[in-house]
């Protein structure tokens, strides 16, 4: 197809198109786009699409897919401009992301890209995400919240929910992809009596958690955490925002602050508080030891400490050991979970990981696969794995550690 937005004859007026450096990269972009609009598009290259989007013509678009992959990074400016030029002229934009880091990516949908997707495209993604562009305006005034931040859920006081910590015990062992995707897992471990979860992000300088759901972060979280004497189960549900009517995440702050912000009196009240209104309370927890650690730890019902196979998570596993038996804290409700664990026929890495268990005198209860680029594309994408990698390994052991947990929290209510 030529690079030319006069591409049809006036009978097939277009009404969108792509743009991209070379669309025969995007092949399935190519079908998708064929299937939904038949005749009616055109595709233009980027500068094409910066002279031609200057031109009269233009205002005709209904809407522009800007198709980008990691050999783009380096043109943001200019697909930058080509968004903003886009949302001058009232012409939606999809952004289409193959391999792009997560900095490229929020830097674009920061610009007005009004719709995101990843490619490879999802069956019938580029359908959906055209008629959701096809929506009318909802017509709410300007100062009114957007819609994903309006917590239905209605107080109850009356749970006395597990609470479940994730501590990674290095950088990029897992933990908060972890913490996700168990809270998902577990609201949908039952799907006649749903579990109510809440995740909380308690990282309060690098927590992930709002990213990994697609969640903006709000200022109300900083005033809850900063008052907690005068919060009641209202106001903490009013600081929790849904994912997918399924979980109620409480996101990290929107800017750094320091871990010492809130206090362990603090810490008790939000874990309290969560635990008398959910059944299931995941906490991704900040690498490092902080004053209200111990507040969680006393807390938690299973304490999950990711690691890997490398060298700085068996010296950090020691050293957090030695730090909670010399303050004689319960180290015992420490479950160790391995993450990119050596595959079933590698009986090396398998001599690898007992010899780490019985030098660290541990037991490895949880060892999660390599699951390769879609875990962390599922992440840069905002949903959990269920959602775009079901029959991923890494996510069936997320399902299995899950229903372990219901299961045995099942049973635990039945012998009361």
Known sequence: MENSAKLQPESAPIVACTVSRDVSNFDLLIED???????????????DAA???EQPDAKSLEFIAIAVNDQDEDDLDLIGDLITQANANNIKVILIAEEVSPVALHQLLRLGANDFIPYPLPDGELHEAIERL??????????AAPEEMHNTLKATGN?????????????????STLAVNLAW????????????????DLDLQFGSVST????????????????????????????????????????????????DLIEPEDVLRIVEMARTNFDYVVIDMPSTLVAWTETVLSKAHVYFATLELDMRSAQNALRLIRALKSEELPYKKLRYVLNR???????????????????????????????????VQAGDHGVPMAETAAKNPVRKEFTKLAMS??????AAEAGQ
Not at 33 to 47: V, Y
Not at 134 to 143: L, M, S
Not at 162 to 169: A, F, I, R, S
Not at 352 to 373: C, F, H, N, T, W
């Open 134 to 143: 096809r929506q009318p305006e909802p017509a709410t005034p300007e100062a």
């Open 51 to 53: 002279v031609f989007l």
């Open 405 to 410: 947990i219901h299961e045995l929290n099942q």
């Open 185 to 200: 897992e577990l609201a949908n471990i039952d799907k006649k009596k749903a579990p109510r979860v809440c995740l909380l």
């Open 212 to 259: 990994y759901l697609d969640l903006p972060r709000r200022e109300t979280v900083y005033e809850l955490l900063t008052n907690t004497e005068s919060m009641d189960s209202d106001s903490f549900m009013a600081a929790l925002l849904p994912y997918g009517e399924k979980i109620h995440v409480l996101t990290a702050p929107a800017d750094m602050l320091p871990l």
């Open 33 to 47: 786009m064929e299937a939904e609009l038949g005749e009616n598009w055109g595709d233009l290259t980027f500068e």
């Open 341 to 375: 664990a050596p595959k079933f026929t590698d009986l090396n890495g398998k001599s690898r990981v007992k010899r780490l268990a019985e030098s660290l005198d541990i037991d490895i209860e949880i060892q999660i696969p390599d699951g390769g680029k879609v875990v």
């Open 159 to 175: 749970y006395d929910g597990v609470v479940l910590p994730v501590h990674g015990l290095a950088g990029g062992t897992g933990a």
